[in-house]
């Protein structure tokens, strides 16, 4: 009888999140540049910029670009565990989250926000990782549940990521265990209000207050 052998070892990337204690030493935070706008627009903004009158042009699109932002949001379907019924349930016909101009979608690349509703294994850190990063900027995050906020009950198994803000910078806490979707969509109304100071300011807000 031919013996398998053992199977092979994590991931290098998964010593990240592994054994994790110090919250300073790997909490993630965004960059303060390059989270705007991708780098085209950037280049076709300067090359607007050099013909008369094109300061008035530009501004005028990066005011429908910020309004467009807050008013029409696309979460990536991302669940992970218990959480994930109570998303679900929010973005049912009861709740009705579309009237907000929020739909989910499938692919990373066509959404701005990651609600990472569950528990976050270690396992599961990196393809969490690799979906938020195919998301174009400016993006957002909401961690939702308790789980996903500080590891919830298990938060002293070796297997879970003691918050997600370790793995991804997130921008709304959603407190409970699991939430009902009345708090998710109180935390889709706060991420909106983020988004629209983001548009006034060009900086981002600070993130709500981490609550389990």
Known sequence: M????????????????KDLQEWETHHRRRPETGDK??????AITDGIHAFPGGF????????????????????????????????MATFA?????????????????HADLMIVSGTVTIKMA???????????????AVSMGSCANSGGPFRHGYHVVKG?????????????????PESLLNGLLLLQE???????????AAPSAKVD
């Open 37 to 42: 706008h991708s780098s085209a627009f950037e």
């Open 93 to 109: 016909s009861r709740f009705d989250v579309e009237r907000l101009g929020m739909v989910p979608w499938a692919s990373p690349r």
């Open 2 to 17: 031919e013996v398998k052998p053992p199977g092979l070892a994590p991931l290098p990337i998964w010593r990240d999140f």
């Open 126 to 140: 990196p393809m969490l990782t690799r979906i938020y990063d195919q998301m174009p900027d400016p993006k957002w």
């Open 194 to 204: 983020q988004i629209a100071h983001f548009r006034r300011t060009g900086q981002r």
């Open 56 to 87: 008035v042009v530009t501004a005028a699109a990066d005011t429908f670009l910020n309004w467009a932002r807050k008013s029409s949001v696309w979460p990536v379907t991302f669940g992970l565990a218990c959480c994930a019924i109570e998303m």
């Open 164 to 180: 997600v803000d370790r793995v991804i910078p997130v921008d709304v806490y959603v407190p409970g265990c699991p939430p009902p």
